[in-house]
């Protein structure tokens, strides 16, 4: 079974104690290839870092809704350099975040609609973040003329799912698809195609069961396929291959 953890931040504080030597076990066991996925303007410098540490370690450049609220043009100018690097394939994670609102909601729209262009304008797919802001969220991308990315850790309708689809988007699913309450999750599974699917960890948030609670890490996305293909009642090994080439494809990693 091999993997591709298409959105991970291996960079947090929270793997500083064994990050060398998890990284190389992962790899060791399956985990072919990793997304890096910076939320900040040091993020992205440290995302890049990681990435040219690790052959099989990708990286994306972008501001989460949480931190826009002092950002600058020339950020956008930095990220845009940044992304010259050939280890970065995607703008992100970006997009809205009205459950916590740690940033004004027009500074929030003003720069998801700012690093969209530039993400347009390098050609490279998006990384969305969407909490809380299902409608907005998708209205702005359906204005812009992005049409190349992933929502991830997607939490809304599968009709929701099938509009993204529709746009051109992958849907990012993780562990919270094994969770107790994942019924809507589960309904996105059913509904949509394999072929528009890619697993991500988040790590080290959102640990499927049963570590909930527990730092997540790249080779618990075992858990998720086994729970897409009882959910889709196919073949594990042809949930991970799907997966792979899709994240591939999304990222542009041949």
């Not at 599968?158 to 988007?169: H, M, N, R, T, V």
Request: charged share 30%; with cysteine; proline share 3%.
């Amino acid at each position: 079974m091999k993997i591709f953890d298409s959105h991970a931040h291996y960079n947090d504080e929270r793997f500083n104690g064994d990050r060398e030597i998890l990284l190389q076990d992962l790899h060791n066991n399956g985990v072919e290839l990793i997304m890096n996925v910076s939320a900040d303007m040091k993020e992205a410098e440290e995302c890049i870092a990681l990435a040219e540490k690790y052959d099989y370690i990708y990286a994306s450049v972008g501001v989460h809704p949480h931190y826009v609220g002092k950002m600058t043009d020339k950020d956008i100018l930095t990220l845009e350099n940044l992304a010259k690097n050939k280890k970065v394939k995607a703008i992100g994670e970006i997009g809205l975040d009205y459950h916590y609102d740690n940033s004004p909601r027009d500074l929030q729209q003003k720069w998801f609609k700012a690093q969209l262009e530039l993400a347009q304008k390098i050609n490279l797919p998006i990384i969305i973040h969407s909490r809380e802001a299902s409608q907005e969220t998708f209205d702005i991308i359906e204005k812009s003329e992005v049409r190349d990315g992933v929502i991830h850790c997607f939490s809304g309708s599968s009709e929701l799912a099938k509009e993204y689809i529709k746009l051109g988007f992958y849907i990012g699913i993780g562990g919270s698809l094994t969770f107790k309450n994942a019924r809507k999750t589960v309904e996105v599974v059913e509904e949509i195609p394999l072929d528009k699917i890619v697993i991500e960890t988040d790590c080290p948030y959102l640990s499927p069961m049963p570590h909930r609670g527990e730092r997540n890490q790249s080779l618990y996305l075992t858990y998720v396929i086994d729970k897409i293909a009882e959910i889709k009642n196919i073949d594990t090994t042809l949930v991970s291959d799907v997966t792979f080439n899709n994240a591939k494809e999304l990222y542009k990693i041949n």
